[in-house]
C-alpha cells in the first residue's frame, strides 16, 4: 500500500472513468478508499481495478448489515483471483439511521461478522474494521489486520496506535481544503461534515476526543471544523498528515473537499510525497 491514500464517496461516476484512475496513478495515488458502503457483491471494486492497471482499492467499510458475511467473502475470492494484492476488505458497523430496526448490539454484530469471515476462509490479514472507540479498535487489534478511522484527530491516531500495538495497519481518513481562505476552507468544510453531526457514532466519538456539545452546535464550532478538515496550503495539509504519521499512521486516506480535487490532489501530491 505505497503511495498516496485517497479516500471517496461522492465522486463514483467519475472515478469510473479509465482516464481518471489513470490519472490518479500518474498523481501518486497508490490506494484508493471506496467510501459510500460499497455492495458486498464488490462489482464496483472490480471496475474500478478492471480500468486502472496499479491502484489498489479498499473498502471504507462494506456495512455488516447488507448481506451475509459469506457474500462479501465470495466476492473478495473473486476479485484478488483476478487481481492479487489489490484489494483489502474493509467493514464496519455503519449508523442505526441507515440500518434501521436490524441495527441492535452493533459490537456483537461485528464479532460474529468477523466469525463468518473467519469460517468462509477470509484471513486476518485479509481485513480491516472501522474503529474509533477503544472497544472496536481492539477487536481490530485481535482478529484483523488493523483499522480505518474516520473524523479522527492525530490525538486519536496516536491512542488507536497504542491500543492496536505495533505491526497491525492504522489508515486514518483526513478530510483536506486546498484554499488559505478561512471563510471558503471552512464553509466547504462545514457541508461535508453536516450529515456527521447527525449521527450519534460520530458525534460520541468528537466527545470522546474532547469536543463539547458546543462544538457540535450549529453547524460545528471552527475549532471542531478546523481540527476534522485540514485547510490551508500545501504546508499547511502536509503538516496535518505528518502529525498522523508521527502519531503511529501507516497511510494517511485523504479526502479532497475543494469542488476541482483533481487539481488539488496535483498541487498537493509533490508536497506530499516529497
Known amino acids: 500500500m505505497q503511495g498516496l491514500a485517497l479516500w471517496d464517496t461522492v465522486h463514483w461516476a467519475e472515478l469510473r472513468r479509465a482516464e481518471t484512475l489513470a490519472e490518479l496513478e500518474e498523481i501518486g495515488v497508490g490506494t484508493l478508499w471506496l467510501g459510500g458502503s460499497p455492495d458486498p457483491d464488490l462489482r464496483i471494486v472490480e471496475e474500478l481495478l478492471d480500468s486502472s492497471t496499479t491502484l489498489t482499492v479498499a473498502t471504507g467499510i462494506v456495512n455488516v448489515w447488507a448481506e451475509p458475511a459469506e457474500v462479501a467473502a465470495r466476492s473478495r475470492t473473486r476479485v ?17 439511521v441507515l440500518v434501521g430496526d436490524a441495527y441492535v448490539r452493533p459490537y456483537e454484530k461485528l464479532v460474529s461478522y468477523l466469525d463468518d469471515l473467519d469460517a468462509a476462509g477470509v484471513p486476518v490479514d485479509g481485513r480491516v474494521l472501522a474503529a474509533l472507540g477503544p472497544r472496536v479498535l481492539r477487536l481490530a487489534a485481535e482478529r484483523t489486520r ?100 508521527a502519531a503511529g499512521a501507516d497511510q494517511v486516506a485523504l479526502q479532497v473537499l475543494n469542488p476541482d480535487r483533481l487539481a488539488a490532489l496535483r498541487r498537493l501530491a509533490p508536497a506530499l510525497l516529497g
Open 146 to 245: 488493523g483499522a480505518h478511522p474516520y473524523l479522527v484527530t492525530p490525538e486519536h491516531t496516536a491512542r488507536a496506535r497504542e491500543i492496536l500495538g505495533a505491526g497491525k495497519l492504522l489508515v486514518p481518513e483526513q478530510k483536506v481544503v486546498l484554499s488559505t481562505d478561512p471563510g471558503e476552507a471552512r464553509t466547504l468544510a462545514r457541508q461535508r461534515l453536516a450529515m456527521y453531526l447527525e449521527l450519534p457514532n460520530y458525534t460520541n466519538s468528537w466527545r470522546r476526543q474532547g469536543f463539547t456539545e458546543d462544538d457540535l452546535a450549529g453547524g460545528g464550532s471552527d475549532r471542531l471544523v478546523d481540527a476534522m478538515v485540514a485547510w490551508g496550503d500545501e504546508d499547511a495539509v502536509r503538516a496535518r498528515v505528518e502529525e498522523h504519521r
Open 80 to 96: 484478488l483471483e483476478r487481481y492479487p494484492d489489490r484489494f483489502l476488505l474493509g467493514v464496519g458497523a455503519s449508523h442505526r
